[in-house]
């Protein structure tokens, strides 16, 4: 199985239960220590293959990136986060989540690793507004001949988005399902 290979998308959505929540638990540099069955499943991978890989290994190259800036900077801030993702199987295939990241402290109050749990997400926020939005931010990034530069302006218009709707990125995520 070629983990790092880039799979043809296949543009086949996968789904998973309402009743089911996708687990993983990270190291601080984003390797995956943990993966429960539902995550192995929707990632089609097997324990022995998935444990030990970066998170990113299921990163859709759809997705825009400045939405995984945004993520990591929150967290490693030590602060949770809510984020729909595209997550893509390693046949292809994609699937859509409405993930919960969270940093894992020790006693000391130092983040030790990233706990994430990720639901079915509101179809009607993902086609009105998520799709659209992450459409728009990636199309910005990409039109840039600087990978940098794109993350950047993409970053800068999320931030822009923000400040003039007053709220902040959970905010945001959640404002989508009134």
Not at 8 to 13: A, I, K, N, S, V
Not at 17 to 44: C, E, H, P
Not at 100 to 117: D, M, Q
Request: hydrophobic share 40%; net charge neutral.
């Amino acid at each position: 199985m070629a983990l790092y290979g880039n799979p043809t998308l296949t543009g086949r959505e996968t789904f998973f239960d309402s009743s089911d929540v996708i687990v993983s638990k990270t190291d601080l540099k984003g390797k995956i220590t943990y993966a429960n069955r539902t995550f192995l499943k929707m990632a089609q991978m097997d324990e022995k293959d998935i444990l030990g890989q970066p998170h990113n290994i299921i990163r859709h190259p759809e997705m825009p990136r400045c939405v995984y800036k945004l993520l990591w900077d929150r967290v490693q801030a030590g602060k949770e986060v809510f984020a729909y993702v595209n997550n893509r199987a390693i046949n292809g295939d994609h699937y859509w989540v409405f993930a919960n990241v969270t940093p894992s402290f020790n006693a000391k109050g130092e983040i030790i690793s990233y706990h994430s749990n990720r639901r079915v997400p509101d179809r009607k926020v993902l086609e009105q507004s998520i799709i659209p939005l992450y459409k728009e931010l990636l199309a910005l990034e990409k039109s840039f001949e600087s990978p940098k530069a794109g993350l950047d302006a993409s970053y800068a218009k999320v931030h822009q988005i923000l400040e003039d709707a007053g709220v902040s990125f959970n905010e945001f995520m959640f404002s989508l399902h009134a």
